[in-house]
């Protein structure tokens, strides 16, 4: 049996009138992400440690930000895809941990909501996915809430 870990970050610039897309659900805020997708930073973070882990490249190597074809697209496709690409490599997903840093809004009451849609997007186990949130306590761009960031790891293992 051969285990890999992966690690994955990313981060968006968040602005108002936008949606808040984030672990694959929508939050109520009255900013959003920039990007060119639907910008959900914590399943692009979760795409790189799985690609990582998998010994692939990152996710705009795969789906770039200059191709049309992604403009807006939902990050839960990406995820699939990712999902579909590290399973053809003999992958099968153990756990997955995330911290996602954002000063506003609070999400933890809805981290169980998006490890549920995560977990039937990966076909694993909602308790092998855990999502945790810290604000930064008003100190750098999360802080001053230009901005959020994602940090994932993860573990797969191939039989
Ligand atoms: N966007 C966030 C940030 C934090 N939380 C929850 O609040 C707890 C305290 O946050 P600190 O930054 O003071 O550590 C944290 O442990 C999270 O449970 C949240 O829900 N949403
Ligand atoms: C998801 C992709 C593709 O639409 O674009 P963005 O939504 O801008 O996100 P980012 O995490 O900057 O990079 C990965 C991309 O290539």
Not at 37 to 45: E, K, P, R, T, Y
Not at 91 to 119: H, W, Y
């Amino acid at each position: 049996m051969k285990i890999k870990t992966g690690i994955g970050i990313d981060i968006h610039r968040l602005e108002p009138g936008l949606d808040f897309w984030l672990g694959g659900i929508k939050l109520e805020h009255e900013k959003g992400c920039v990007a060119h997708s639907d910008g959900d930073v914590l399943i692009h973070a979760i795409c790189d440690a799985l690609l990582g882990a998998a010994g692939l490249d990152d996710i705009g190597v795969y789906f770039p930000d200059t191709d049309p074809a992604y403009k807006g697209i939902d990050s839960k496709i990406l995820l699939k895809k990712v999902i579909d690409m590290i399973e053809d490599k003999g992958f099968a997903i153990g756990n997955i941990d995330c911290v996602v840093c954002l000063q506003r809004p609070k999400i933890k009451m809805r981290t169980l909501e998006m490890r549920e849609c995560l977990s039937e997007i990966m076909g694993i186990d909602v308790d092998e996915i855990t999502i945790k949130a810290t604000t930064t306590e008003k100190l750098g761009f999360e802080g001053r809430e230009e901005g959020v960031s994602a940090y994932v790891t993860v573990l797969i293992i191939k039989l």
